[in-house]
């Protein structure tokens, strides 16, 4: 029996959603919840009675916001809404980022100040709980007024049409009902906008990159680790001294893991033929560092979004007023997507320099990591592909919030563009753990150039399990089979580490 998680008022966080994933929560919806619900929908359908002019509920939308509609065609105007704006395209949106949009939004209307009939959030929790993902596409959002087109397509199924995935296979919306035994929905005054407003799809795929990162940073310190024993870097960067004189919170943190991650190392305490590291491994901590602060501070901005009503127009049934605002508007998360493009970039980039110096022939380990060089190409060309990679995610640091299109006739004329800035940063994400990948595949093998010396017992320990599926290479093999290899004992490799990056053992 799936365990259950109830939707209520309470401060949701990043690792509420992290377990909830993990254990395929299924949702319910507090009783608070369905009174707020309930209570703000009939102060609409009062507000209504007294023909007054209320912007996308009785009125068109965008630079239509003028025009008046009769009492007799709200329904239609909903559902008109809901079609015209299902114009996302380009590739489909990952299905965990589809579930969590979901998520976002049955918590968002159910706070109470949408005016949707509970019925319709009811609907949208049996998607979630029987795994039914409305196919949504990744262009279309200008990341202001909401995430209009991915939203459309996310609420198409809602009303009978549209497509989604159940059971692993790609169903419409109308063959859903009829498995379901479903009538489709039947939108009342305003609940088309309630759907399309809102911020779920950048919401989405931050909270999803968050979830993914707090594995992947603390992964950066141990693959990194590695790197140090196998390039027979020096201990005194990693000194607690050094860090309490320039305390930034991640920095310190980063140090501290490297110490608990080598302590007991034969060859991390060795002397050093050495006076100094490059800086790929000496600044660790302060390159690290700084982008475990970034992701903390990016995490307060997505948490804070995740908690709060981003429809427009909001209604405050106890204090009978509907105010029409800008909580649609995604520059707050705009801004921290690209910084989080530039955070995990950063991890990448200078993983990439540490494979560079391994493959370099210095520090008794042979050229490319090959046992007969010249034969054999060994590691060369991981290098090249990693030197791709890297490129390519500084092309996609390109901030997208800075830009801006005029849309709606002028109406909407400064817009966020923070849903570009998602997927990028998925892209990204997508590219740092390929980076990892080859980090692992390069420290591993010169880590075997140092035998008989021992690492740690956490990096012996590590090392073992990575050759259970890599071995240690003395001819050349194709590569990107390793790779793979690689990229997957990143999803399966036991890590975990705190809210703050501490690495728990």
Known sequence: MKKEIEINHNWIKISDLTEMVEN???????????????????????????????????TGFGALCNTRIPASDLAILQKNLVMSHACGTGEEVPKEIVKLMLFLKIKGLAQGHSGVQLATVQRLIDFYNNDITPLVYQQGSLGASGDLAPLAHLSLPLIGIGEVYYQNKKISGSELNKRMGWNPVELQAKEGLALLNGTQFMSAYGTYLLMQLNKLSAFS?????????????????????????????GQFITSRNIQKILNGSALFNRQKEHVQDPYSFRCIPQVHGASKDAIMYIKKVFETEINSVT??????????????????????????????????????????????????GQRGLPPFLATNPGLNSGMMILQYTAASIVSQNKQLCTPASIDSIDSSNGQEDHVSMGANAATKAFRILENFKKLLAIEILVSTQALGYRKPLKSSAYIEDFVLKVREKIPFLTQDIEMHILIKEALQLLNTLEIKADENGVLLH
């Open 24 to 58: 395929n929560a299924a949702l319910t919806l507090s009783e608070i919840a369905k009174e707020k619900t309930e209570r703000c929908y009939r102060f609409l359908q009062k507000k209504l009675n007294e023909n007054i002019s209320v912007y996308g509920v009785n």
């Open 221 to 249: 310190d141990v693959i990194s680790c590695i790197s140090i024993e196998a390039f027979d870097a020096r201990p005194e960067p990693f000194d607690d001294l050094i860090h309490k004189v320039r305390p930034h919170n």
């Open 311 to 360: 429809d427009n127009p909001t209604l405050f049934a106890n204090e009978e007023k509907i105010i029409s605002g800008g909580n649609f508007h995604g520059q707050p998360l705009a801004l921290a997507l690209d910084f989080l493009c530039l955070a995990m970039a950063e991890l990448g980039s200078i993983s990439e320099r540490r494979v560079y110096k391994l493959i370099s």
